[in-house]
């Protein structure tokens, strides 16, 4: 007779953490659902990585190009931007994976880049960084 109180005394309670539960669930599934496709912590790691420097909006030139449609685009191609001498003369068009190795070690994709102090990214993160800019439009 103990236990059937005890468990009676606890329903209501567990009908309410149900509940509770779902609302959270649906919260959780709402919210990514507004999260862009292919993201997946993108953008967060573009902001902790690149925002400093570059912008994935097409004509926002900063300290670094902008990386709008980067992936296809030929190495130091963008008409208003001062690339280094040795990227202009890279001769490649980057790709994803280009991209990522650059991100990760670039003077060993570019030796004399401007990319200096910046010393790369993890691979995981450059991954991630190069989702945010495809889907942002980086083709």
Request: proline share 4%; hydrophobic share 30%; net charge positive.
């Amino acid at each position: 007779m103990q236990s059937r109180l005890q468990s009676s005394r606890y329903r209501p309670l567990h009908g309410l953490a149900s509940a509770a539960l779902l609302t959270l669930l649906l919260c959780a599934s709402s919210s990514l659902a507004q999260q862009p496709a292919g993201d997946e912590g993108g953008q967060q790691a573009f902001n902790n990585s690149c925002r400093t420097c570059h912008s994935a909006k097409e004509g926002d030139n900063r300290l670094g190009p902008n990386l709008n449609k980067i992936v296809g685009r030929k190495a130091g191609s963008l008409p208003d931007y001062n690339y280094s001498s040795s990227m202009k003369e890279a001769g490649f068009v980057w790709d994803q994976d280009k991209l990522t190795r650059f991100m990760v070690k670039p003077d060993e994709v570019v030796s004399g880049n401007k990319m200096q102090p910046y010393g790369g990214i993890s691979a995981e993160e450059a991954a991630k960084v190069v989702a945010y800019l495809q889907s942002t439009g980086g083709r």
